[in-house]
């Protein structure tokens, strides 16, 4: 009884230290939308390690383990205490640590993920100042500096870009940031990509260069990224040119620009077929006539 009396002042004790004293932290929620729910599956887990009541069933609880806490022993907590812990001020220094533990941090690679995302750079910035990787990576190998590429925040790719990331590492498709950019059109962050010697004719897996992520049509990038030194004439793994693919889509208006910058007519793909042959092949016949008479004007 008295050891019973014991739990429940200690846990009326905790309550009022974080009633008196709550500050809102907007990584606390982040951490629990992430956070996974499970099963309770042992008769060790029937008891939430923070307010040392009995987790029933019924009750929002999560199954944090090894691959949140990076704790050598499995935890599983009430949602409200867990909020509580990691809202609470006593240890407003030790945010995103296990409440078992201590001394053990969660993984904060979803809290900076999401930072990111929310263009928080405080958030970004206190991860980079505590050791956090800059190139930390997502689950499809997207780079910190890539989430900020598509999700256009200037003032994190600044930041990141500033701490010496990667700026040409590559996702699982061989896609780099300036690659994200081009095909996002935004301009400022392909610039300040460009001022930090990100490679203009990069190419992924398939041999797609930059040029290539250029949107359908958009001449104007095109035009820009020429005039930074992307190569006109580059081919992806199959042998195919900017003009192939503007000729097969039936882009008019990018096969006359590639043309007037001197994008190679007579260039083959591995299969010996030129501009011409793509757009033969697409019904593009406009299109068709006017890189053949350039292309046999050239050979003669």
């Known amino acids: 009884m008295i050891e019973k009396a014991c739990l429940i002042l200690s846990f009326a004790l905790f309550v009022s230290v974080y009633s008196a004293f709550a500050m809102q932290d907007e990584g606390a929620s982040s951490v629990i939308n992430f956070l996974p729910e499970g099963p309770l599956e042992n008769e060790s887990y029937q008891r939430c390690p923070i307010c040392l ?50 001394k053990i941090s969660i993984n904060e690679r979803l809290l900076v993920m999401q930072a990111v995302d929310d263009g928080d750079l405080r958030k970004v910035w206190s991860f980079i100042e505590r050791g956090g990787n800059v190139d930390e990576r997502d689950d499809v190998e997207r780079t ?28 699982k498709r061989g896609a780099t940031p300036l690659m994200l950019g081009v095909h996002q059109r935004h301009y400022d962050i392909i610039n300040y990509l460009l001022v930090c010697s990100a490679d203009v004719n990069a190419r992924d897996f398939r041999g797609h260069s930059v040029l290539m992520y250029s949107p359908i049509g958009d001449v104007t990038m095109i035009d820009f990224l020429l005039a930074q030194g992307a190569n006109i004439n580059m081919c992806d793994n199959t042998g195919a040119t900017l003009l192939m693919l503007a000729a097969k889509q039936g882009e008019r208006r990018v096969v006359r620009f590639l043309l007037s910058r001197k994008a190679d007519v007579r260039a083959h793909d ?17 299109i068709a006539r006017r890189l053949a008479a350039l292309f046999y004007k050239i050979k003669d």
């Not at 383990?65 to 499995?74: A, I, L, R």
């Not at 989430?147 to 870009?161: D, G, L, Q, S, T």
């Not at 591995?270 to 406009?286: F, I, L, Q, S």
Request: net charge negative; charged share 25%; proline share 4%.
């Open 53 to 102: 009541n009995s987790i029933v069933p019924g009750e929002d609880y999560i199954a944090a383990g090894k691959d949140v806490f990076n704790c050598s022993v499995d935890h599983v907590c009430h949602v409200e205490c867990l909020r509580a812990w990691l809202e609470g001020p006593a240890v407003k220094e030790h945010i995103g640590t296990c409440p078992l533990c201590k």
């Open 270 to 286: 591995v299969r010996g077929w030129t501009a011409v042959d793509y757009a033969r092949c697409n019904r593009h016949e406009k």
């Open 144 to 171: 910190l500096l890539m989430r900020a590429v598509c999700a256009e925040k200037f003032n994190i790719v600044k930041c990141m870009c500033d701490c010496n990331a990667q700026v040409d590492a590559p996702d």
